[in-house]
């Protein structure tokens, strides 16, 4: 078994790497990162709170859950992460995963990526001097940001005056006016880029794609190729394209890391985060993708916390197990939980027919640990004979008689969400 953390964990980068590794059986995944609540304390797995990595004391912290939890590889989910734990890599017992520092470090500016890579692809121009722009609108932003976090369009000289006399770690650039697009890429130390796949960024929110669909454009592989080469990658990482007036294709930036929306390869067979742990054991690795169009919209999640203990459950069928001659699929997962975790499933219905025949028509007659078929006139509550117990059903009076007779919760399909575990 592989041990692996992820840290932080709380980011959309950390998500998209825990969904990639959860299911693997050779892999243990732990999760670390800051006190405060995110969608990382809500997984199936342990999350440990360590300092951030701006506290003094991270490093000694992060060491002590490295060697408690004999992790193997370190996973950094947030690009000053991984330039922090890029730098002290030689310090820590366990592999991280990301290219050289030097890689690291030189990515995470944008002043310092354009200056590396500029003789060997397009880059936007760099204004140090104001005073010399000839082109307006410009495009200013942190020099060492990402996605589009911070960043603005300026029309004007006096506005420009303004924002930088406010903010002085910005870096004024060439407005790129066209399309922008991802790059995400996999690269082997010894063969260099192995693979490369545009895609769009359609709806941008907090520097996220929250649109996105596989695209093919031209000159991507020798930009890819380039920057693999120039930087020495290894594992994941990507890079941003825009359009400029002329339609020439222009970097925005380069990431030595996991994309959130890597997610989009990821069930096209491209699973990056899972081919960067390969990389780092040199495995013997081949790509097998199976879709040539794909999009991917993504959206905010709901994770819950609750009190509600329960051993067994107690379920209609009618309008419940199935709506509209159909399986609900949502009670159909939450019903598989409850036997993953051994929790007794009974079936309490008024179904008109051969409730029996009836499931075994639909393949779900061993879901149940009993089956209980009343006449119309019974009182389901009469039925129910354990306090640890809940009730789903869609009729609101079969759920207020059952609470008033037992008072355990009670649950239509539209709250059954609350009870899904990640």
């Known amino acids: 078994m592989t041990n692996i953390l992820i840290f932080p964990a709380g980011t959309e980068i950390g998500k998209e790497i825990y969904y ?65 734990l890029s730098e002290k890599r030689d310090a820590l017992s366990a592999t991280v995963l990301c290219p050289p520092h030097e890689t690291c470090h030189t990515t995470r500016y944008k002043s310092k990526t354009y200056q590396s890579l500029r003789k060997i692809l397009p880059v936007p121009a760099v204004y140090t001097d104001s005073n010399k722009i000839t082109q307006w609108p410009v495009f200013v932003k942190p020099d060492r940001g990402q996605g589009a976090q911070g960043a603005s369009c300026i029309e004007t000289p006096e506005a420009l005056a303004s924002l930088l006399a406010q903010q002085s770690d910005l870096i004024v650039c060439e407005y790129l006016s066209g399309d922008e697009y991802t790059v995400d890429c996999f690269s082997e130390r010894d063969r260099g880029l192995l693979f490369c796949q545009p895609r769009t960024r359609s709806r941008i929110r907090a520097g996220i794609a929250m649109t996105s669909r596989l695209v093919t454009l031209e000159h991507v592989e020798e930009y890819a190729r380039a920057i693999s080469d120039r930087f020495h990658m290894r594992g994941a990482w990507f890079f941003q394209l825009k359009r400029a007036a002329t339609g020439e294709l222009t970097l925005l930036e380069v990431a030595p890391r996991i994309a959130g929306t890597m997610a989009l ?80 499933i009974h079936l309490i219905t008024r179904h008109a027919g051969d409730i029996h025949l009836e499931l075994n028509t639909r393949r779900i007659s061993m879901l149940f640990d009993s089956i209980i078929h009343l006449d119309k006139d019974a009182k389901k509550s009469d039925w129910i004979k354990q306090q640890n117990s809940i009730f789903i059903d869609d009729s609101f009076s079969e759920r207020m008689e059952v609470f008033n007779a037992k008072e355990i919760p009670t649950f239509d399909i539209n709250m059954l969400e609350l009870l899904i575990r990640d």
């Not at 959860?22 to 300092?51: E, M």
């Not at 408690?68 to 690009?79: G, S, T, V, W």
């Not at 994770?303 to 949502?330: A, E, G, M, P, R």
């Open 20 to 84: 990639a590794l959860r299911h693997d059986k050779h892999i243990n995944i732990t999760l670390a990162g800051s006190d405060y609540d995110s969608h990382a304390r809500h997984c199936a797995c342990a999350y440990h709170v360590i300092p951030d990595i701006a506290q003094p004391n991270w490093l000694d912290a992060l060491q002590q859950l490295l060697q408690l939890e004999k992790i193997d590889y370190i996973f950094p989910a947030h690009d000053d992460a991984l330039l922090a």
């Open 265 to 344: 390869n990821r069930v096209n067979g491209i699973n990056f985060p899972l081919l960067t742990v390969y990389e780092a054991m040199r495995k013997k690795i081949a790509l097998l993708p199976v879709c040539k169009e794909l999009q991917i919209t993504r959206s905010l999640s709901n994770q819950y916390k609750h009190s509600i203990q329960f051993q067994h459950v107690y379920i209609d069928y009618d309008d419940t197990v199935i709506i509209n001659d159909k399986l609900c699929l949502l009670v159909i997962t939450f019903l598989y939980q409850c036997i993953n975790h051994e929790i007794s």
